[in-house]
């Protein structure tokens, strides 16, 4: 697929520590970007994936309680 130019805002915070972990791990600002929106879940079988912790830090977990649902999540994955 072909690459497509975006212009973003960024606070220039942000940027700096962008291009610092980039650096650090050997990759650049535009791959980090692309990796994170290429993650983001846009449909239920997307949200599924993933802890009760982590939805609820990216915003697409409903209000409730965060340390018993992520209990009960690792004891359906772990079985303990």
């Known amino acids: ?6 212009n973003l805002s960024l ?3 942000a940027v700096k520590r962008g291009e610092q972990y980039s650096k650090l791990h050997n990759t650049n ?22 802890s009760p912790t982590v939805r609820r830090l990216i915003g697409i977990a409903p209000d409730g309680d965060a340390v018993q649902e ?11």
């Open 1 to 6: 697929m072909a690459k497509q130019s975006k």
């Open 11 to 13: 606070d220039p915070d």
């Open 29 to 50: 600002v535009s791959q980090l970007v692309n990796r994170f929106l290429s993650a983001l879940p846009v449909g239920e079988e997307d949200e599924n994936k993933f």
């Open 70 to 80: 992520y209990h009960e999540h690792l004891l359906e994955k772990h079985g303990r």
